[in-house]
């Protein structure tokens, strides 16, 4: 199985600041990465496919970068609707797996 | 739009089996090329990718529940379903399911999530 790590596990921000989240994939996974947000008690909700698209009616100011090992989710600008958990999921080879999360909260 | 919507038992006893059902509305499951799938979440922790199923039948499922896991579809229903088999308290989590297009490579659209309870 191909495991995925997330940095940091958790970060404290305010609205306006940029955030920057890591993943990386214990092999490579050329491009296929997703991003997920959750909001608490919410389902996941799709930001990024294929390490860089913005999913549909998905804000501008979340983008996606990477390939290979090492992924990178940036918010340009932090928003309040924006504080939850982040998640990527490899989507290269079944099983696929997540990584453990990464909690955005408020400073 | 297309809505996802899971259904099944809250609370099961250890050794038995887990059946949930996912119903599509606002849409044909046949239509598109989707992958159908389930993904879990105990509470508190992180997500764990169950398993998919394509509307051909074709499946893929986690190793690591493989020996237990079923994943069918019926179309006439607009449904696609799972079955867990021999459930214990390691179980317990909300239980999602979710679509993947082919042309994006991850899960657009998911279901608001059921809670499953094992429990003796």
């Known amino acids: 199985d191909i495991q995925m790590t997330q940095s940091p596990s958790s970060v404290s921000a305010s609205v306006g600041d940029r955030v920057t989240i890591t993943c990386r994939a214990s092999?490579?996974?050329?491009?296929?990465l997703s991003w997920y947000q959750q909001r608490p008690g919410k389902a996941p909700k799709l930001l990024i496919y294929?390490?860089?698209n913005l999913q549909s009616g998905v804000p501008s100011r979340f983008s996606g970068s990477g390939s290979g090992t090492d992924f990178t989710l940036t918010i340009s600008s932090l928003q309040p609707e924006d504080f939850a958990t982040y998640y990527c999921?490899?989507?290269?080879?079944?099983?696929?797996?997540f990584g453990p999360g990464t909690r955005v909260d408020m400073k | 739009q297309v809505q996802l919507q899971e259904s099944g038992p809250g609370l099961l006893r250890p050794s038995q089996t887990l059946s949930l059902t996912c119903t599509v509305s606002?849409?044909?499951?046949?239509?598109?090329?989707?992958?159908w799938s389930w993904v879990r979440q105990p509470a508190g922790k992180g997500l764990e990718w169950i398993g998919r199923?394509?509307?051909?039948?074709?499946?893929n499922y986690n190793p690591s529940l493989k020996s237990r896991l079923t994943m069918s579809v019926d179309t006439s229903k607009n449904q696609f379903s799972l079955q867990l088999t021999s459930v214990t308290a390691a179980d317990t989590a909300v239980y999602y399911c979710?679509?993947?297009?082919?042309?994006?490579?991850?899960?657009?659209?998911w279901g608001q999530g059921t809670l499953v309870t094992v429990s003796s």
């Open positions: 979710a679509r993947e297009s082919v042309a994006v490579a991850g899960l657009d659209l």
């Open positions: 606002g849409g044909s499951i046949s239509r598109g090329s989707y992958f």
């Open positions: 199923v394509f509307i051909s039948g074709d499946t």
């Open positions: 092999q490579g996974i050329t491009t296929w």
């Open positions: 294929e390490a860089s």
């Open positions: 999921q490899q989507a290269d080879s079944s099983p696929f797996t």
